[in-house]
């Protein structure tokens, strides 16, 4: 059986490491311990940029700054960086005001019994991009855990050519 990808694993690790921070990191800031910050979008570290650093990173350590795969890493990771903290964190501030335009239309529907409005059962979900400081927080861990685990795949491909030098020259043939 082929082994994974490691750059793959390496992401994914980063992005579930990440997740699961999130609960730390919210303990700290409320004093109560929430599950549910596992499976969120937003918060400390950002998950997204924990993951496309760490493949980044991951690949810039093997295959070096100038190699193709590390450009295509990089590019296509600062978009998404950048579209977490922009675009996103927008989105999540536009959901933030449409819902508070909709309790202020139920405080007021009260008092105008012609205005016929119905409140959505759900609200629209405000917690969706990053800040920069989380954007930053998850790009320092993607990189810190991709360096580390291309350094340990490099360790171990040393190590198998070494026993395979040696093995080599401990059982080579006779010439004669």
């Given at each position: 059986?082929?082994?994974?990808?490691?750059?793959?694993?390496?992401?994914?690790?980063?992005?579930?490491i990440?997740?699961?921070?999130?609960?730390?990191?919210?303990?700290?800031?409320?004093?109560?311990w929430?599950w549910?910050?596992?499976?969120?979008?937003?918060?400390?570290?950002?998950?997204?940029?924990?993951?496309?650093?760490?493949?980044?990173?991951?690949v810039?350590?093997?295959?070096?700054?100038?190699h193709?795969?590390?450009?295509?890493?990089?590019?296509?990771?600062?978009?998404?960086?950048?579209?977490?903290?922009?675009?996103?964190?927008?989105?999540?501030?536009?959901?933030?005001?449409?819902?508070?335009l909709?309790?202020?239309?139920?405080?007021?529907?009260?008092?105008?019994?012609?205005l016929?409005?119905?409140?959505?059962?759900k609200?629209?979900?405000e917690?969706?991009?990053?800040?920069?400081?989380?954007?930053?927080?998850?790009?320092?861990?993607?990189?810190?855990?991709?360096?580390?685990?291309?350094?340990?795949?490099?360790d171990?491909?040393?190590?198998?050519?070494?026993?395979?030098?040696?093995?080599?020259?401990?059982?080579?043939?006779?010439?004669?």
């Amino acid at each position: 059986m082929e082994k994974m990808n490691r750059g793959i694993v390496t992401s994914l690790s980063a992005i579930g490491i990440a997740q699961a921070l999130k609960i730390v990191t919210h303990k700290k800031l409320t004093g109560v311990w929430d599950w549910k910050q596992a499976f969120t979008t937003g918060g400390m570290p950002s998950s997204h940029s924990a993951g496309v650093a760490a493949l980044a990173s991951y690949v810039a350590a093997n295959k070096g700054a100038g190699h193709t795969e590390t450009a295509l890493a990089v590019v296509f990771g600062t978009i998404v960086m950048y579209d977490a903290q922009g675009i996103r964190r927008h989105t999540g501030e536009i959901a933030q005001l449409v819902n508070d335009l909709e309790e202020s239309f139920v405080s007021i529907s009260g008092d105008f019994p012609s205005l016929n409005f119905v409140r959505r059962e759900k609200e629209l979900k405000e917690l969706l991009g990053h800040q920069p400081i989380e954007v930053l927080g998850g790009a320092l861990f993607g990189v810190l855990l991709g360096v580390v685990s291309a350094k340990i795949e490099n360790d171990e491909r040393r190590k198998r050519r070494r026993e395979q030098k040696k093995l080599t020259t401990v059982y080579r043939p006779n010439s004669d």
